[in-house]
């Protein structure tokens, strides 16, 4: 059996980082995780081939080479896949879809052929099982969750082009206990937490080290954090080991939630284990609004402090934040400006609140009869998927306003040096400046600056970091650089 994996094209978002990437020769920030971990359930005698879309071009070639096409995509890429499932249809060769996208969606694409939902290690095998007794069904959903001690390690082989990728990604676990009220993730994935265990996590390192691969590692996580105990008495330790063994071949992010600040010897073990970056969802500075979407963990706390406690300990934030809830003050705009600002999230993703289908944001909406169209799949468009509280235009004026001010020259360079007086970079006395980066330094000199909007700031920032941190010059360079990408983004 021959089956062409396919990740379809994604548009232009704040997360794809094109225009940053362009920076280092790199076309996507991380290879499809997905795709990866259904290639290694498949048998292991079928042939496989991948196509990530956003590294190289899907031929009918490749497609009419295949038995099967697999799609996997998540809302965002609804587009491209809707092309790519045509051209299969045109060319007579059948689909399999499944991810987020068609897990949420299913009853939109009536015409994939097998539409394998939910998680892989659970309804793969039936459909397989099916095929082999040539008897596929339409249709393959689940509610089960998978237990990930026993998900193989992803087929890193598949991917050629390595080169073309900024990170390689590893997930430790699924499932996230809190019930914030616009996410999916819980939908997709249910409220206990899963996880591989320290063997599995080591083997996954291994087999991307093998790869050839020397970087970053995203742990995908949705809370990373989710089991304390187990992270600092067996993960963190084992990872920590086999970088030592490695020489430290890789840098790491991933997501965590905002109680990571409570617990400083965690980050410390992060840090030592070589964990640079962690994206955590901050939402709002307005008590009402974290009560009424339900993220309590951010409740009755100092989030400021905590950002600045992540901070100093060695871990870059970044952070998510969203306007339209129905709580919202008139005055959260200045206020969530202001609190960005303060707080150094450079790269701060502020999106106009979405209701996911599944969701109970989504439920409660339609109860109230305040729904409009679909969510696109992409948290920063300005489209309202339905009736906000506040005057549309307010919110949406509002809404422009945030992002002008926080990606304005003057105010992100500002914050990069508001992150650079108070971050502490762990001592890395294994960085090397590669050829890559020279070249992304020479081509930041010219087009930020030299030609760039701004270039002002970015030479005073990096005259300020040579005098005041001069370990953070590499990173004040490549922040320069995110910027100019959320600038182009958002057409300033
Ligand atoms: C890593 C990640 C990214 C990476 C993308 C890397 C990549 N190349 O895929 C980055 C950071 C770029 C990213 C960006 C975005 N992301 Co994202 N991301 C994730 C994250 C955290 C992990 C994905 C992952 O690798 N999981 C691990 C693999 C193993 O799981 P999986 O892909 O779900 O696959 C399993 C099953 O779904 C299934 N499966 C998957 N595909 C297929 C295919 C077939 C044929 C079959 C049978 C089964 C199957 O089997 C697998 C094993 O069980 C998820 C959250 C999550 N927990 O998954 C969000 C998530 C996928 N992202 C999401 C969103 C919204 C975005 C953004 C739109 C946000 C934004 N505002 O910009 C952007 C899009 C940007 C863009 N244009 O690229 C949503 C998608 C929701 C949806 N319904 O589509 C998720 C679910 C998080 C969330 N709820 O907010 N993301
Ligand atoms: S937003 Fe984050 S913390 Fe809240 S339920 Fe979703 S994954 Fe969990």
């Not at 956003?54 to 038995?67: F, G, H, P």
Request: aromatic letters at 10%; charged letters at 25%; one cysteine or more.
């Amino acid at each position: 059996m021959k089956i062409l994996l396919v990740y379809p094209e994604n548009p232009e978002t704040f997360w794809d980082f094109r225009y940053a990437l362009k920076f280092v020769s790199r076309k996507a920030s991380s290879p499809p995780l997905g795709l990866l971990t259904v290639s290694s359930i498949l048998p292991e005698n079928w042939e496989k081939k991948l196509c990530d879309m956003t590294v190289s071009k899907l031929t009918d070639k490749d497609i009419a080479w295949a038995d099967f096409v697999f799609i996997s995509a998540m809302s965002v890429q609804s587009e491209s896949a809707k092309e790519v499932i045509a051209r299969c249809k045109s060319l007579g060769v059948k689909t399999v879809a499944g991810g987020p996208l068609f897990t949420s969606t299913h009853e939109e694409y009536d015409e994939v052929d097998h539409l394998v939902l939910g998680e892989a290690e659970i309804t793969l095998p039936l459909f397989i099982k099916d095929i082999e007794n040539g008897c596929p069904k339409k249709i393959y959903l689940s509610d089960e969750k998978a237990d990930l001690s026993t998900t193989p390690v992803p087929s890193w082989n598949l991917i050629k082009r390595k080169s073309k990728y900024n990170s390689m990604a590893i997930q430790y676990t699924r499932g996230c206990p809190f019930n914030c009220e616009f996410c999916d993730v819980t939908k997709l994935f249910g409220h206990k937490l899963r996880s591989k265990t320290a063997g599995q996590v080591v083997r996954e390192l291994e087999s991307i080290y093998a790869s050839g691969w020397r970087g970053g590692v995203f742990f995908v996580d949705d809370n990373f954090i989710g089991n304390k105990k187990v992270l600092k008495n067996k993960i963190l330790p084992a990872i920590t080991q086999w970088m030592i063994k490695r020489k430290h071949p890789f840098e790491f992010n991933t997501q965590a939630s905002i109680d990571l600040a409570d617990d400083e010897e965690l980050i410390r073990m992060m840090v030592t284990a070589g964990f640079n970056t962690v994206f955590v969802g901050i939402e709002t500075p307005d008590e009402n609004c974290l009560t009424e979407c339900g993220k309590f963990q951010n409740n009755n706390r100092d989030l400021l402090a905590c950002v600045k406690k992540i901070q100093s300990l060695g871990i870059q934030v970044q952070g998510g934040f969203i306007l339209g809830f129905d709580s919202d003050p008139p005055n959260i705009f200045e206020r969530m400006s202001e609190f960005i600002q303060s707080s150094g999230i450079v790269t701060a993703m502020v999106g106009l609140l979405k209701a996911p289908k599944g969701t109970e944001l989504h439920k409660r909406l339609e109860k109230e009869n305040r729904l409009l169209q679909n969510w696109s799949g992409n948290n920063t468009d300005t489209a309202m998927d339905f009736v906000p509280k506040m005057d549309s235009d307010e919110l949406l004026n509002g809404y422009n306003n945030v992002i002008k001010s926080l990606y304005t020259p003057k105010n992100f360079y500002a914050r990069v040096k508001n992150l650079l007086r108070n971050y502490n970079p762990p001592k890395n006395k294994h960085f090397k400046i590669k050829f890559r980066e020279m070249k992304a330094l020479v081509k930041s000199v010219w087009l930020i600056g030299v030609v760039g909007k701004g270039r002002t700031h970015y030479w005073r920032l990096l005259l300020w970091s040579m005098l005041r941190c001069p370990r953070s010059l590499p990173i004040a360079v490549t922040l320069a650089i995110y910027g100019f990408h959320f600038r182009k983004v958002y057409g300033i």
